[in-house]
């Protein structure tokens, strides 16, 4: 009895070939298409997690002295980029409509030998 699938000991591999020994000895290069999947190893063993250690606590926000947020000063000078012309400054003209050649269309030149009106 032969086996349908050999395990064997991967060498090289590229995106389409391995080089493989086989378990008699000898090496040859296979594609990849002909491999199976590679056996899984056994169980793998349990991770121990990663060990955490306590931080300190951030401090409370009531813990903090409170810093007043300074607001901008207000003038009553116009914004420069905002005007009641309601026009827009840089309008482009409407895109003109493109002259492009139209094809010619017409039967196969190989359908020129049968009469089309009935």
């Known amino acids: 009895f032969e086996p349908?699938?050999?395990e064997v000991e991967l060498l090289e591999a590229n995106p389409e070939y391995a080089f493989?020994?086989?378990?008699?000895g000898r090496e040859t290069s296979i594609s990849l298409r002909h491999l199976a999947p590679c056996a899984e190893q056994g169980p793998v063993p349990d991770q121990t997690p990663f060990s955490v250690s306590p931080t300190p606590l951030a401090p409370r926000p009531e813990d903090q002295p409170v810093v007043p947020i300074s607001t901008p000063p207000v003038t009553d000078e116009p914004d420069p980029l905002s005007s009641d012309n309601p026009e827009p400054v840089n309008e482009l003209p409407p895109p003109a409509p493109t002259s492009r050649p139209q094809r010619d269309r017409r039967a196969p030149a190989y359908l020129r030998d049968y009469v089309t009106s009935l």
Do not use: G, N, S, T
């Open 20 to 24: 493989v020994r086989l378990p008699d």
């Open 4 to 6: 349908a699938v050999e």
